[in-house]
């Protein structure tokens, strides 16, 4: 039997009061595989959302041995750190996994693929991994949970933000205090059950921040001997390339796209330090231009995205290509909250899942 798990990335969940982090790709990819003649059982995993990587490995390690037997064949896609994830479950340190039962298991992982995953890091991290990032990094999720759920932007706590960030100069340069209050604002619209809830998500997140200091650059150029690939497993990565912000662009003049830009400062490679060692020019002919250091999905630099077989590259950022883009004809809905600007749309989630599973079609058997 073959399966599919589906890893989420930092600050990720399964589902949260019935908000699910895969619900559009998991539709999609099912239904991709079985036109390929893939009968495969898709788990998405629930993870711990900022733990270590080897915390996060252990719980996916975990999964897999509770939803599968010794002979079934497993196929991991990770979005964002949920390809790291799955690295160090394949790697020299996977052994170790679920106090050593992963050990005998290992054979059974047939491909991993990163989508939009920080392979060689995010210097975004470098700011969330603060006290005060923390707390922005909490309401970016809370703004992504109300478009999901909610179906629209909590659009006045989020100007509060942005107006409180110009007047500092920055995202780091807002009081705590304020923060607070957005955040609250933001929680207004929730009802208690589902508040209880996320109260409780974050609370986890509290219990353990590790996994942002891994992810700066530095972080996982320490890890490189536990991200060692396993030469029976297939590693293959999706990359994307969101839109760099304009001053005034026509149409999103509004506060998610106001967002995006801050988020885009932060996301690329500073100038002071080199970019990851990946060839930028096989990226060039579906981006229409050669990525730069600066260049990003608006989390994850699109050089740092690329490892083991580049099987679709994208303009889109770290969002659309889960189905958070403006679609709402779809069912359910699909709805845009980071709005970069990117075009990404139905044809572009589709192409680029669609190359997902016929990787994963094509390891079948193997």
């Given at each position: 039997m073959q399966h599919v798990f589906l890893v989420p990335g930092f600050f990720g969940f399964s589902s949260i009061g019935g908000m699910r982090y895969f619900t559009h790709v998991h539709a999609f990819l099912a239904a991709s595989l079985r036109a390929r003649g893939v009968d495969a059982q898709l788990h998405e995993v629930a993870t711990l959302p900022t733990a270590t990587l080897q915390r996060r490995a252990g719980r996916l390690a975990e999964a897999i041995l509770a939803r599968t037997g010794p002979d079934d064949a497993v196929h991991v896609v990770g979005h964002s750190t949920g390809g790291l994830d799955a690295r160090i479950?394949?790697?020299?340190?996977?052994?170790s996994l679920a106090d050593g039962r992963w050990a005998a298991r290992r054979g059974q992982v047939q491909s991993v693929i990163g989508v939009a995953s920080p392979h060689a890091g995010a210097p975004v991290a470098d700011f969330f991994s603060t006290l005060q990032g923390e707390r922005v990094l909490h309401l970016l999720s809370l703004f992504t949970l109300h478009v999901v759920r909610l179906g629209s932007f909590a659009t006045e706590p989020a100007n509060l933000l942005l107006a409180a960030a110009?007047?500092?100069g920055s995202l780091d340069g807002v009081e705590?205090?304020?923060l607070d209050d957005v955040r609250k604002g933001v929680l207004a619209d929730f009802d208690a059950g589902r508040r209880d809830e996320l109260q409780a998500f974050f609370r986890e997140v509290r219990a353990d921040r590790s996994l942002l200091l891994?992810?700066?650059?530095a972080g996982?150029?320490?890890l490189r001997d536990s991200l060692v690939e396993d030469p029976r497993v297939a590693y293959a990565s999706v990359v994307l390339m969101a839109a760099r912000p304009r001053p005034n662009p026509a149409g999103l003049l509004d506060v998610s796209h106001r967002l995006y830009r801050r988020l885009h400062r932060l996301a690329g490679w500073p100038d002071e330090r080199p970019p990851p060692a990946t060839d930028p020019r096989p990226l060039s002919p579906r981006l229409g231009r050669t990525p730069e250091p600066c260049d990003s999905d608006g989390i994850v630099p699109t050089l740092a995205q690329v490892h083991g077989r580049l099987l679709h590259v994208d303009r889109g950022d770290h969002l659309d290509v889960l189905g958070y883009f403006d679609g709402p004809g779809s069912r359910p809905p699909h709805v845009d909250w980071l709005r970069s600007g990117s075009a990404y749309g139905r044809p572009a989630f589709e192409a680029t899942w669609s190359a997902v599973a016929a990787f994963i079609a094509g390891q079948v058997g193997c």
């Open positions: 479950l394949t790697g020299p340190a996977g052994a110009s007047k500092a705590a205090g304020l891994q992810l700066r650059p996982i150029r320490a």
